[in-house]
């Protein structure tokens, strides 16, 4: 970069500096001048979560934290019902309420500041027992179909196939566990 871009440059960041009120440090004679001007005072430091304000009620949020495990365990509860026990609604709470000072730190602002993890979470816990359901009713349907065609082929005096595979008894339908 040649001298005079670099003048432009330390002009540019003295016409931002100006802008939010603070003037660019001076650079030493010589050097050239400083490309990034340094963060303006008022913006606001990064700290720890002492620094920030608790909530009106502590409970509330470490409640909308521990639904967030409340419905992954109702939802793993689908699959092994011996994990409902897990996902106890106290448990949940507890592990909420462990959540809330680290997502302070990092300002995560609850769940409920994010609408589109209650979508997730919400279009999970339909979507799971629906494909479970149908693709139960399809491995029905089809057993039904080959067993019709078994029939069909044994009434036309057709000796069946001996390559087909053996019928598959019909299974009954996933029904998922309760959502209490």
């Known amino acids: 970069m040649d001298a005079s871009k670099l003048a432009a440059a330390g002009r540019e960041a003295a016409a931002i500096d100006a802008e ?3 003037p660019a440090p001076a650079p030493a004679k010589g050097a050239p001048a400083p490309l990034v001007a340094s963060a303006p005072a008022e913006l606001p430091q990064q700290g720890g979560a ?7 009620d502590p409970e509330a949020e470490a409640r909308e934290w521990g639904m967030i495990a409340y419905s992954v365990g109702q939802a793993a509860a689908m699959f092994a019902p011996a994990l409902r026990q897990v996902y106890s609604e106290e448990a949940c709470a507890a592990w909420g309420a ?10 995560f602002g609850g769940p409920g500041k994010i609408p589109e993890l209650g979508l997730a979470l919400s279009t999970i816990s339909l979507a ?4 479970f359901a149908l693709r139960a009713r399809l491995a029905e349907l089809d057993a039904q179909a080959r067993a019709e065609e078994r029939r069909q082929g044994s009434r ?3 000796a069946p196939d001996a390559t087909a595979p053996a019928p ?13």
Do not use: D, H, N, W
């Open 20 to 22: 939010i009120g603070r």
């Open 128 to 131: 799971v027992p629906t494909v």
């Open 50 to 56: 002492e620094e920030l304000p608790m909530p009106a």
């Open 98 to 107: 462990t959540v809330v000072p680290v997502a302070r730190k990092y300002g």
């Open 156 to 158: 036309e005096g057709q």
């Open 168 to 180: 598959e008894q019909p299974r009954a339908p996933f029904t998922p566990a309760p959502l209490s």
